[in-house]
């Protein structure tokens, strides 16, 4: 059975050979099971986005190798990473970047739509997911007419609207209460477990870390056991 994240040998230093050369990843290594939920925490500026951007294709490391579900992603063209990111890869922002003109519910359904679904089965899907995150009465509102942590949660059902191999995630649960900040989380292990799904959470909850399956700490450019 194929991994929903494999890197190995990730490096990123930016501005190479100037003065101001940073190098921020030395070799990290990480693999992310089917099903398995991984948290990963790090100071600030220790390099986290900048991992989260490499492992969802949307920033090129120096060196390493990635694989999304299985397929080689490291040296793939612009293509292959495109549909990648769109099929395997669900992503969750600090900003949401929700369609202000649409609903709730349209937020979820259009990426699926966009993916080649049919309108019965995205909307069927839309409402369930929104309902485990306990939004079954905001299915109309536009994201202006919703709260940050609603927002949020939006955002969690779009980022798993196609059914995604891998999430990933930066503060998933940020702007949320404890209560509902458990209850998203208790919607992700239950997606996890239902459909394989493996995701990579940072955060710096420690609540929240300790419901994960397993946590790595990004330290000095390469991932530790948490
Ligand atoms: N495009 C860039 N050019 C130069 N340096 C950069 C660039 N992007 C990030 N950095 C630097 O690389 C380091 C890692 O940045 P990154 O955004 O990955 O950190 P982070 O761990 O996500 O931090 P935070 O938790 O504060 O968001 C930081 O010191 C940052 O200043």
């Avoid at 089917?34 to 969802?56: F, Q, R, W, Y």
């Amino acid at each position: 059975m194929s991994d929903a994240l494999l890197l190995e040998g990730i490096e990123k230093t930016y501005n190479p050979g100037r003065a101001n050369a940073l190098r921020v990843l030395g070799g990290a290594a990480l693999r992310v099971e089917k099903g398995e939920v991984v948290g990963l925490v790090a100071p600030s500026g220790a390099g986290k986005s900048t991992l989260l951007h490499i492992a969802g294709l949307l920033e090129t490391p120096d060196a390493g190798r990635i694989r999304i579900a299985g397929e080689p992603a490291d040296g793939a063209s612009d293509r292959v990473r495109t549909r990648l990111r769109r099929d395997r890869i669900g992503f969750i922002y600090q900003f949401h970047h929700l369609l202000p003109e649409f609903s709730a519910l349209e937020n979820v359904v259009l990426p699926q739509l966009a993916a080649g679904s049919g309108s019965g089965a995205a909307e069927a899907r839309a409402r369930d997911l929104l309902d485990r995150v306990g939004l079954s009465g905001r299915l109309d509102h536009r994201p202006a007419e919703l709260s940050g942590g609603e927002q949020q949660r939006v955002a969690f059902c779009r980022a798993l609207a196609n059914a995604p191999d891998l999430l990933l995630a930066d503060e998933p649960t940020g702007n949320l209460d404890p209560g509902t900040s458990d209850r998203v989380f208790d919607a992700l292990l239950a997606l996890a477990r239902e459909t394989g799904l493996g995701a990579l959470i940072a955060t710096h909850n420690l609540e929240l870390s300790r419901r994960m399956d397993r946590v790595v700490r990004l330290e000095d450019g390469v991932l530790v056991p948490g």
